[in-house]
DNA sequence: TTGTAAGCGTTATCAA
DNA sequence: TTGATAACGCTTACAA
């Protein structure tokens, strides 16, 4: 009933050994402890409840068993799965997930980099959506934190690994689909074009269209942001240049819904008069109306994966090196192609 | 260059003073220390590129300043705002946040529970959502550790604070304006009945027709769980049930999709047929086909809040409050009723 | 204005 | 099979 926590000091005193001995049968370092004693220690623990302090632990041992998750925004339907992935698996392991959101900003990006390796996470897993460019992570070169990265592409020598999804691919197998099911002309709505992730999936886009012979027009093809109201004002613009089409792949989920919300007000028909093909596969895409084709991104296996990949680098601190994990969308076909 | 992380003891070599003078400096506790010794130091250290070792301190400060966020799946639509508010207190404060996803299984929250305060979290943030009855936390007594709770009422002694929703008066105010539109015959779709907020807003649910003089049935309300297949369900429940209907309450959005979704294919015309209110008003309720009308619940502000009060509680150990914030929901009103 | 030194709760190296 | 004891890197009285 005492106030202050117990310390292993105090179990010593209580059960007439050592300190040294009582931290290495809560370890179970015990092989060369007599039972006795070793039975005496765990019941004294118990009794006095004791919790080990693992700041104590982690100054000697120099391993925090946390580690960070730095993604844009949590908020946005494509992270949950991810961090949800990435937890399950920390979590197996015994580790814990610090989660910090950035919004895209570079400055929160340093910022949060700085106070993980202040809190000593063994290593970070870093989600960073929208492209910033080349900028090179100040925090990141001073900090000896190992690095794995979803999603997207960076030099540093910190990044010990990434996962990824082969987006070109993706969208290659989207706008195939579409095609194979009879229509001819097809919009890209894209989301932010200098991400990498649009770049791959504009060159599948061009890809599926070439591989049909149908001509690649650059008029069909927009790109803005990753949210729905970009579908929407999207289809407007197309609507105001009297571009006619017959389909629309778009770069996310949400720019679909935009995409279907404009069209459903111009009265066209979905599949009939055009089909459309998001990306992602969010949670909701199946509830809406008309239910949403799609290609699925393998979201919770990416933080999964991630998790693990970074205890294996964890394990092997020898061996530097710096592995991808390249994933398979799949198509998920509902109702809004024919 | 070195490859150790640069200690404070090096620095007060290196600047040739001891290192409390070091510490006081990097902790602007440097009243009494001359403008020379001062820069002398934090040339040093921004040249060495010291990284305090926050391990360390926190042994002897016996603060983190990391708090624990538990809730049940950060993958189910109602949670990330919550996740998302509380991490921008906490960042703004600059606390980090350990994050957890019990899926509603007690052991899982024993677990958590028991880790975080291992990592010695200077507070929790417990969004348990689905009642579990009256089990005792059994980690939670003995642990220390302040928590505030969300959603949800406990009784412990470790509950310094909890942060809820006026449910009673949500679903009030849902009622009063079906009723209002001229709707007469109410179904109320409930989520997990066990739930004190379930038993809230179906209170709030009879207050309503009762001011409105009409008779409340008990074979007008079904309770399942929160999912959009039980709205789904409960529709065609009904409908074999031969009771008509000329409006349904939902027990949160999800079970409003499904509830649309199932009237759609009997060919319902939304809202002029049936009208249609949701509970929380999730991000996609607008992007729906009706938009919903939905009972709106502060899931930012819930989560801010909840680390606002965590961190008051903190700064006053002395005062053992336990202060109660209930926020009121707003009624957002969109295309699912005339 | 600055330095000395104790101590936070562990782990880990030697010795015994 | 166990015990002393020196770290780990920092903060904080108290002295100087």
């Known amino acids: 009933m005492g106030d202050k926590p117990v310390t292993i000091k105090e179990i ?19 092989k060369s402890i007599s039972a006795a004693t070793r039975n005496k220690v765990l019941a004294i623990a118990g009794k006095r409840n004791y919790i080990p302090n693992t700041m104590a632990r982690s100054l000697v041992t120099r391993q925090t068993r946390t580690i960070g998750l730095i993604m844009p925004d949590i908020t946005n339907p494509f992270f949950p799965e991810i961090a949800r992935g990435a937890e399950d698996k920390a979590s197996e392991a015994r580790y814990s997930i610090i ?15 700085e106070i993980l390796t202040e ?35 960076y030099k540093n020598e910190n990044v010990k690994g990434r996962v990824m999804v082969d987006n070109e691919k993706g969208s290659y197998t989207g706008v195939s689909y579409l095609i194979q099911k009879g229509y001819r002309t097809i919009l890209y709505v894209a989301g932010a074009i200098i991400t990498q992730t649009a770049k791959d ?24 942001s ?6 929407y004002q999207a289809v407007e613009q197309f609507m105001n240049d009297h571009v006619s089409f017959d389909a629309v792949f778009c770069g996310n989920d949400l720019i679909a819904f935009g ?10 028909r979905i599949p009939d008069d055009v089909g459309v ?23 919770y296996e990416m933080g999964y ?19 991808k994990i390249v994933l398979n969308t799949e198509l998920i076909i509902r109702k809004s192609t024919r």
């Open 119 to 153: 809190k000593m996470v063994d290593g970070i897993i870093f989600a960073h959506a929208a492209d910033s460019g080349e900028e090179s992570f100040t925090s990141l070169n001073k900090s000896k934190t190992p690095v794995i990265l979803i999603d997207r592409d």
């Open 99 to 113: 989660f910090c959101n950035t919004d895209d900003n570079l400055k929160q990006e340093e910022k949060y980099i």
């Open 226 to 231: 990753y949210r729905s109201e970009w579908g």
């Open 201 to 224: 999936r504009l060159a599948g886009y061009k890809r599926a269209l070439q591989e049909n012979h149908i001509e690649w027009k650059e008029s069909l093809v927009k790109s803005g």
């Open 259 to 268: 995409v279907i919300k404009k069209m459903k007000e111009f009265g066209i």
């Open 305 to 323: 994966r991630a998790v693990e990949l970074l205890l294996e680098v964890l394990n092997n601190k020898n061996d530097n090196l710096d592995r």
């Open 12 to 30: 010593a005193r209580e059960a007439e050994v050592s300190t040294a001995t009582v931290s290495m049968i809560l370890n179970n370092k015990d």
């Open 277 to 299: 093909v998001g990306f992602d596969d969010i949670y909701v895409s199946s509830m809406m109306e008309p239910a949403l084709t799609t290609v699925k991104q393998p979201n």
